[in-house]
């Protein structure tokens, strides 16, 4: 069953959230703008890096001894990252010999969603329209349900045991006659599920843990550990343990060799790079494969900070539309003519901050991103002015 809650907010309070909102917006505003700046100069520094990186990067194709040679300089190698360290999860009685053990738990629970409808009325006010529905879902962490909207639905979490969860990963990991740094060894991601069989002494702690009469509530299979009575037919309060493991495996390197082991290289601008991928890759693969990121990176950035900079201009301006709520049809012309206006305003003022930031960083492409700009403020500007044609 869906809860509905309606509130009304009356002309006056609206107009209040509009100037109390011009704050948030300039905060917005300032936040997109930094960010921006910030974004350029981080892409240009990692495209600095990078191919200082690869300009002094040596590919070694054999790492069966440690090469004194090497000591200090920038390599990428293949090999097989091994240790033979044993991991263990004393709280399940696992003992695996793997880089890394991770513990995963989920709990079934009921998850309050929400979905809001405004409507505005003649005069000024607004009425709100809140439906709440609920959801029974797997989650990672117990949902506080005394807070639900819903009083009926208040109270109905439980759990039956809080299981933390836990990563613990292998100290000394051998890449040939080298030791991968805990940077590297952090990096190879490639898990695999870890069957668990409980022994009678973990099976009475999680019993004792559960607490009450719950001997029929343990049930492993696989790589996993179910808590409740079912793992058909989960209830709420049911909790899910699963393990996985990192193997013994091939992987590609580019770092610094330190002595017998690695540290990031660090370029002349501060920025540095240590990285592993799982399988072999070639030293061009790889480069590319991090210039692929730092450009969508970038492209993220700069999307997020002109959304900041968009939803800044719309809070600061926002006062504009709801003075003209007192009649909704005319606010709605002035909302539409004012989301047009603080996207172009957006957009060029994004293009101006990017611009200002590569002039700063690299002052060609900058100077004609400026260009392109200004063109774009003077082109609406004169859009705006043009005479309505004559009847």
């Given at each position: 069953?869906?809860?509905?809650?309606?509130?009304?907010?009356?002309?006056?309070s609206?107009?209040?959230?509009?100037?109390?909102?011009?704050?948030?917006g300039?905060?917005?505003?300032?936040?997109?703008?930094?960010?921006?700046?910030?974004?350029?100069?981080?892409?240009?520094?990692?495209?600095?890096?990078l191919?200082?990186?690869?300009?002094?990067?040596?590919?070694?194709?054999?790492?069966?001894?440690v090469?004194?040679?090497?000591?200090?300089?920038v390599?990428?190698?293949?090999?097989?990252?091994?240790?033979?360290?044993?991991?263990?999860?004393?709280?399940?009685?696992?003992?695996?010999?793997?880089?890394?053990?991770?513990?995963?738990?989920e709990?079934?629970?009921?998850?309050?969603?929400?979905?809001?409808?405004?409507?505005?009325?003649?005069?000024?006010?607004?009425?709100?329209?809140?439906?709440?529905?609920?959801?029974?879902?797997?989650?990672?962490?117990?949902?506080?349900?005394?807070?639900?909207?819903?009083?009926?639905?208040?109270?109905?979490?439980?759990?039956?045991?809080?299981?933390?969860?836990?990563?613990?990963?292998?100290?000394?990991?051998?890449?040939g006659?080298?030791?991968?740094?805990?940077?590297?060894?952090?990096?190879?991601?490639?898990?695999?599920?870890?069957?668990?069989?409980?022994?009678?002494?973990?099976?009475?702690?999680?019993?004792?843990?559960?607490?009450?009469?719950?001997?029929?509530c343990?049930?492993?299979?696989?790589?996993?550990?179910?808590?409740?009575?079912?793992?058909?037919?989960?209830?709420?309060?049911?909790?899910?343990?699963?393990?996985?493991?990192?193997?013994?495996?091939?992987?590609?390197?580019?770092?610094?060799?330190?002595g017998?082991?690695?540290?990031?290289?660090?370029?002349?601008?501060?920025?540095?790079?240590?990285?592993?991928?799982?399988?072999a890759h070639?030293?061009?693969?790889?480069f590319?494969?991090?210039?692929?990121?730092?450009?969508?990176?970038?492209?993220?950035?700069?999307?997020?900070?002109?959304?900041?900079?968009?939803?800044?201009?719309?809070?600061?301006?926002?006062?504009?539309?709801?003075?003209?709520?007192?009649?909704?049809?005319?606010?709605?012309?002035?909302?539409?003519?004012?989301?047009?206006a603080?996207?172009?305003?957006?957009?060029?003022?994004?293009?101006?901050?990017?611009?200002?930031?590569?002039?700063?960083?690299?002052?060609?492409?900058?100077?004609?991103?400026?260009?392109?700009?200004?063109?774009?403020?003077v082109?609406?500007?004169?859009?705006?002015?043009?005479?309505?044609?004559?009847?």
């Open positions: 069953m869906a809860y509905v809650e309606k509130t009304t907010t009356s002309y006056g609206r107009l209040k959230n509009s100037l109390g909102g011009i704050g948030m300039f905060v917005m505003l300032i936040a997109g703008i930094v960010l921006l700046f910030w974004n350029e100069g981080r892409t240009v520094k990692t495209t600095r890096m191919k200082e990186a690869q300009k002094t990067c040596v590919d070694v194709p054999d790492i069966s001894t090469n004194p040679e090497l000591n200090g300089q390599i990428h190698a293949v090999g097989m990252a091994k240790t033979d360290e044993v991991l263990t999860d004393s709280g399940f009685g696992i003992r695996v010999n793997a880089i890394r053990l991770e513990r995963e738990v709990y079934y629970q009921v998850v309050e969603h929400s979905e809001t409808e405004t409507k505005d009325k003649i005069g000024g006010g607004q009425e709100t329209v809140t439906t709440y529905t609920y959801t029974k879902e797997w989650v990672s962490a117990p949902v506080n349900s005394a807070e639900f909207h819903d009083p009926s639905e208040r109270g109905d979490n439980t759990v039956l045991v809080t299981v933390p969860e836990e990563t613990s990963q292998a100290k000394n990991v051998a890449f006659a080298y030791r991968l740094s805990p940077g590297l060894i952090a990096q190879k991601d490639d898990r695999v599920p870890q069957n668990v069989e409980l022994t009678p002494e973990v099976i009475a702690q999680l019993e004792a843990a559960i607490g009450g009469d719950k001997k029929d343990i049930h492993a299979s696989g790589s996993t550990v179910y808590l409740g009575a079912s793992p058909a037919s989960p209830q709420v309060g049911d909790v899910r343990v699963s393990f996985y493991r990192v193997d013994n495996g091939e992987v590609s390197i580019i770092a610094r060799v330190v017998d082991t690695f540290e990031p290289f660090t370029a002349k601008n501060g920025y540095s790079l240590q990285r592993l991928s799982v399988g070639s030293m061009e693969a790889m590319e494969t991090e210039k692929s990121a730092n450009k969508t990176t970038a492209w993220i950035l700069r999307l997020l900070g002109f959304l900041l900079i968009l939803l800044g201009l719309r809070n600061i301006f926002q006062i504009l539309v709801t003075l003209f709520k007192v009649l909704p049809f005319l606010a709605g012309i002035v909302g539409l003519g004012l989301n047009i603080t996207f172009v305003l957006a957009l060029a003022l994004a293009l101006i901050v990017i611009a200002i930031a590569w002039i700063w960083y690299r002052p060609v492409l900058g100077i004609l991103l400026l260009v392109a700009a200004v063109a774009l403020i082109f609406f500007g004169r859009k705006g002015k043009a005479p309505a044609p004559q009847a």
